[in-house]
């Protein structure tokens, strides 16, 4: 049983005997990844869980009622799967799963891929016997000799040759990267957008567009708008304006033509961003706690982003964008450092953890 999949590739040989490996994702009932993980060929299930905290008392009182029915699911599943290891990382869906795979004594790694540990993960790491961080600068957080620096699992076409021509070909762009013609910036806020990036960046799109090929993730929710300011741009420059809710399978190339990368700072930035080798402008989620910024400030620490607050956006992200563009040693720079924080056999470093872990 495992609460989130690294990748059957990596995880595959951690099975402890010689029959094939069996592998559950636990997810919430009603969540987004359920897609996902059944086009790959895992098996999902889901169970009941909710939020506790910063609740009022009724609403509390709903997600303990919810929390203890997650529970009961996950002390069902715990006892007919009957799993070697437990690797969760995190979030209210793993509480109840990861409390019963304790109580059944089942050993539990936890992986923590942001920075700065949540409340969740805090709780959740008193209970396993070992805990994955994707920086040292998070080992401080738990027990001594309890944490390993493993890296961030990137999917493994960021982790082979680069080949941004290649990349940009498949994604219908005709620029050239850097050194040999225009350049590709990436504007991405997540599966759910961000709508005061959107908002900046639709706001200065003329500006940005006489710089660089713009390729916007805009969310579903903001989708529609923006293809509406799109669709109101001359000709000429409406070719250079890409716009997408959402992309999965063509990300990796997304990354790869970029020459820049405006973000959020979520936990994927830390693995996805230096795998590819990309300078980003990292504007951390305001209602995130302080874990988005702890990432942030990881990547502007090491010389691989730039930090702008999300109350500044609107005077700020654009204007930093167009400089960034505008000075390619700078880039470079950043690019290298990025490169520099790269841990690219992650995935392998978290599946040797698991196999020793269940065996």
């Known amino acids: 049983m495992v609460t989130y999949l690294i990748g059957q590739d990596e995880l595959h040989p951690i099975s402890p005997v010689s029959a094939p490996l069996a592998i559950c994702w636990v997810g919430s009932h009603n969540g987004m990844e359920k897609t996902l993980v059944e086009r790959n060929g895992i098996p999902f299930m889901g169970i009941a869980a909710s939020g506790v905290r910063g609740r009022g008392l009724f609403q509390a009182v709903q997600g303990m009622i919810t929390l203890a029915r997650g529970f009961a699911q996950a002390r069902r599943l715990i006892s007919t799967f009957r799993p070697s290891v437990v690797f ?146 001359p000709e000429a420059l409406r070719a250079r304006y890409h716009v997408y809710d959402y992309l999965e399978e063509e990300m990796t190339d997304a990354l790869l033509a970029a020459d820049l990368v405006v973000s959020r700072a979520g936990a994927s930035t830390l693995g996805e961003l230096p795998a590819a080798g990309v300078p980003s402008i990292l504007v951390p989620y305001p209602y995130a706690g302080a874990h988005q910024w702890a990432n942030a400030q990881f990547l502007a620490g090491a010389g691989a982003a730039v930090i702008v607050p999300d109350h500044m956006v609107d005077s700020q992200l654009v204007p930093t964008a167009v400089s960034l563009l505008r000075d390619a040693p700078r880039r470079e720079a950043m690019a290298r450092a990025a490169r520099g924080l790269a841990q690219l056999d992650a995935a392998e470093r978290i599946a040797r953890e698991l196999k020793e872990l269940a065996s």
């Open 88 to 233: 969760a990382t995190g979030g209210y869906v793993c509480a109840p799963v990861v409390l019963a795979a304790w109580l059944a004594h089942i050993p539990i790694l936890i992986y923590l891929p942001d920075v700065e540990p949540g409340l969740t993960i805090r709780w959740l790491a008193r209970l396993a016997q070992r805990v994955a961080v994707t920086t040292a600068a998070s080992v401080r957080y738990f027990e001594p000799g309890q944490a390993v620096v493993t890296g961030y699992p990137v999917r493994q076409a960021l982790c082979m040759h680069h080949d941004p021509v290649s990349a940009r070909k498949r994604l219908g762009l005709t620029s050239q990267p850097l050194g040999g013609g225009e350049q590709v910036l990436l504007v991405m806020g997540g599966s759910q957008g961000a709508r005061s990036i959107n908002r900046a960046i639709c706001d200065g799109i003329k500006q940005l567009l006489v710089e660089a090929q713009v390729i916007h993730l805009t969310g579903r929710r903001d989708v529609e708008w923006v293809r509406e300011r799109r669709a109101a741009l």
